[in-house]
């Protein structure tokens, strides 16, 4: 058995350290393998060049891929995993065409594990945690009205003025913006064409409270399935979204203006200037080597019966770098590996699967968690 892990972007390295460090056997797969060798050169004692078709011929029977690479490769790489009888592990959201393959991973008895980095993983496990409690509850009653959020967001650890620094792809974050959302708001489903059209304040259940913005991203709707709500629920509110420092709103004008301008380009058009965007972004807002980012996620469910609350638990996680390095790359990677060492373990079913609701995984993971955040509680509000 082999892991071939593939890609050592700014997200990977502390979770491919563990699994390294672990012994198990690993072939670490990069674009540049000069890059590769800067991440964990000092570790790793089989790195090559990332190439579908070479990693399709050394995949073996019972071997896992890890791709941390761009999301279009995922599939590809799922499916060389079918045709070699190997497992298939992400971070990722599962786009409509790994759901797909669901059937044929079932029928080999493969495992392809997605959704178990940050967000998506973590606070996927937190809502899990969170419906379970709340339907174990002495509270639990058909009649009590629901409301459910998700926020999570990499901020700078110390603000700058614009208030926020990349920890991840550039391009991606500035096209992220680009996208539509859906969500329940006050019983009425809720489409926001842009982020900047539904930014709100939250205040974050904190030691020290502490207020941010946030905004509803993709769409929430399938994650009501996902949760296990059922459906005769009286779900008020549900969001996923992002959070971001106060005052990155205003920061950010500029950038959501010139992202306007491009509504109706080609899209090849929209693709060079939004990357030539990022680059020039990226000189002024990047992290120092050794400056400290900052992950934060808080997942909240409240349950409300006559207008009074009886249940209202949030999961809040607060998290940034230190000398192991950035928050970002440990809490997206080392889930994915935790994930790894549970498809080896035949803990995870065959198919394709977002994190698991299994209870054991959960509170192992959320347990284990707690050792890479700073902070990390699950807060009664009504103790």
């Not at 991973?105 to 809502?127: T, Y």
């Not at 809720?190 to 900047?196: A, C, E, F, Y």
């Not at 769409?219 to 996923?240: C, E, G, I, M, T």
Request: hydrophobic content about 40%; some cysteine; aromatic content about 10%.
């Amino acid at each position: 058995m082999t892991l071939h892990w593939c890609g050592t972007g700014l997200s990977s390295g502390p979770g491919l350290r563990r699994l390294i460090d672990a012994g198990y056997p690993v072939v670490v797969w990069n674009r540049t393998i000069a890059n590769a060798q800067d991440a964990v050169g000092d570790i790793a004692t089989d790195i090559r060049a990332y190439a579908l078709d070479a990693l399709t011929k050394a995949l073996q029977p019972g071997d896992v891929a890890i791709s941390m690479l761009p999301a279009d490769q995922h599939v590809p790489i799922a499916k060389a995993c079918l045709g070699k009888g190997a497992h298939f592990v992400s971070s990722s959201y599962i786009a409509p065409e790994m759901r797909a393959l669901d059937e044929a991973f079932r029928e080999r008895g493969l495992v392809s594990q997605n959704e178990i980095g940050l967000d998506p993983g973590l606070d996927h496990l937190m809502a899990h945690d969170l419906v379970a409690r709340y339907r174990a509850s002495r509270v639990y009653h058909a009649d009590n009205v629901i409301s459910f959020t998700s926020y999570c967001g990499g901020i700078p650890r110390i603000p700058n003025p614009f208030r926020y620094k990349f920890s991840w792809a550039p391009a991606g974050v500035l096209k992220a913006l680009r996208s539509p959302s859906r969500s329940l708001k006050h019983f009425t489903e809720l489409r926001v064409s842009r982020p900047w059209d539904a930014i709100s304040d939250y205040i974050a259940p904190l030691p020290q409270p502490e207020a941010f913005e946030v905004y509803p991203n993709r769409d929430s709707y399938p994650f009501l399935q996902d949760y296990r709500f059922d459906a005769a629920w009286k779900v008020s509110d549900f969001v996923r979204g992002t959070i971001r420092l106060k005052g990155w709103a205003q920061a950010w004008d500029g950038i959501f203006r010139t992202v306007e301008s491009l509504e109706g380009a080609p899209a090849a058009e929209v693709d060079a200037q939004l990357n030539a965007l990022a680059a020039e972004l990226l000189k002024e807002n990047s992290y120092a080597p050794g400056e400290p980012d900052r992950v934060v996620l808080f997942v909240s469910l409240k349950a409300e019966r006559d207008g009074r609350p009886v249940f209202h638990e949030t999961w809040a996680m607060d998290a940034w770098g230190d000398a192991r390095g950035s928050a970002m790359g440990r809490l997206v990677s080392v889930p994915v590996s935790m994930a790894v060492e549970a498809v080896l373990n035949r803990e995870i079913p065959a198919g394709v699967h977002s994190a698991p609701h299994d209870p054991r995984l959960v509170t192992r993971w959320l347990d284990q968690t707690r050792r890479l955040a700073q902070y990390l509680e699950r807060v009664d509000h009504l103790a």
